[in-house]
T-cell receptor
Framework: AQSVTQLDSQVPVFEEAPVELRCNYSSSVSVYLFWYVQYPNQGLQLLLKYLSGSTLVKSINGFEAEFNKSQTSFHLRKPSVHISDTAEYFCAVSDRASGGSYIPTFGRGTSLIVHP | GAVVSQHPSRVICKSGTSVKIECRSLDFQATTMFWYRQFPKQSLMLMATSNEGSKATYEQGVEKDKFLINHASLTLSTLTVTSAHPEDSSFYIC?????????????FGPGTRLTVT
C-alpha cells in the first residue's frame, strides 16, 4: 500500500516570491509521481509527472518538481508565483509494480494562496 | 485533446430523490473510468472503478446499491446517487483512462457539485 503526505495544508505567499509545496510518499515498490492543480469548483488538471529518467520534471507554466528517492519526496517549486497560481495542489503516487492497478493515491492537498 | 466532461456541473435535489451524473470522454475512448468523491478542503476519495461492459469495482465502504455505476460505452459512464440524503452532498469527480495509453494516464472531468436538501 502507498500513502502520500502533504505537510502543509495552506501556504500563503506574496506575488513574485518563490514557493515550495512539500510532498512525501511511502511505497514498497517503485512509483509514478504526479502533481495536480485544482482551481475553485473545477476538476483536477495534471501539472507535471515523474515516470522515469531525469528526476527533475518541469511544467509549461514555470513549476518544477524533483523526485528524491532517498528522501521519498517529490516537492513542487516555483521561483516566482503569480496571483493566478492561487489554487489547491494535490500530490499523487501510483504503483508501478507489475499487475498494479495504477490508480493514484492522493495527498490531502495544499492550498496555495498568493497575495498581491 | 483528452477532454472529459461531466453533466450536470451543479445539481440540487431533495432528500429521497435520485440523481444521475454523466461522465463523457469527448475525444478519446476510455476503457476505464473512475469516480471520486471530494469533501470540502479534503482530498479525492476513490469510490469505484468502472470498466466498459462490466460491473464496477467499488472501494471498501462504498455502498454499491446507493451509488449505481453504469459504463455502457467507451465514452460514457454514469453515476446515480439513489435515495439521496444530505450527507451525500459532495463534489463528485470522474476521470477516464484512455484506450491504448499508459496505465498511469487519466484525465479528470470538471466535477459535479451535488447538494441534497
Amino acid at each position: 500500500a502507498q500513502s502520500v503526505t502533504q505537510l502543509d495544508s495552506q501556504v500563503p505567499v506574496f506575488e513574485e516570491a518563490p514557493v515550495e509545496l512539500r510532498c512525501n510518499y511511502s511505497s514498497s515498490v517503485s512509483v509514478y509521481l504526479f502533481w495536480y492543480v485544482q482551481y475553485p469548483n473545477q476538476g483536477l488538471q495534471l501539472l507535471l509527472k515523474y515516470l522515469s529518467g531525469s528526476t527533475l520534471v518541469k511544467s509549461i507554466n514555470g513549476f518544477e518538481a524533483e523526485f528524491n528517492k532517498s528522501q521519498t519526496s517529490f516537492h513542487l517549486r516555483k521561483p516566482s508565483v503569480h496571483i493566478s497560481d492561487t489554487a489547491e495542489y494535490f500530490c499523487a503516487v501510483s504503483d508501478r509494480a507489475s499487475g498494479g492497478s495504477y490508480i493514484p493515491t492522493f495527498g490531502r492537498g495544499t492550498s496555495l494562496i498568493v497575495h498581491p | 485533446g483528452a477532454v472529459v466532461s461531466q453533466h450536470p456541473s451543479r445539481v440540487i435535489c431533495k432528500s429521497g430523490t435520485s440523481v444521475k451524473i454523466e461522465c463523457r470522454s469527448l475525444d478519446f475512448q476510455a476503457t476505464t473510468m473512475f469516480w471520486y468523491r471530494q469533501f470540502p478542503k479534503q482530498s479525492l476519495m476513490l469510490m469505484a472503478t468502472s470498466n466498459e461492459g462490466s460491473k464496477a469495482t467499488y472501494e471498501q465502504g462504498v455502498e454499491k446499491d446507493k451509488f449505481l455505476i453504469n459504463h455502457a460505452s467507451l465514452t460514457l459512464s454514469t453515476l446515480t446517487v439513489t435515495s439521496a440524503h444530505p450527507e451525500d452532498s459532495s463534489f463528485y469527480i470522474c476521470s477516464a483512462h484512455p484506450l491504448g495509453q499508459g496505465a498511469y494516464e487519466q484525465y479528470f472531468g470538471p466535477g459535479t457539485r451535488l447538494t441534497v436538501t
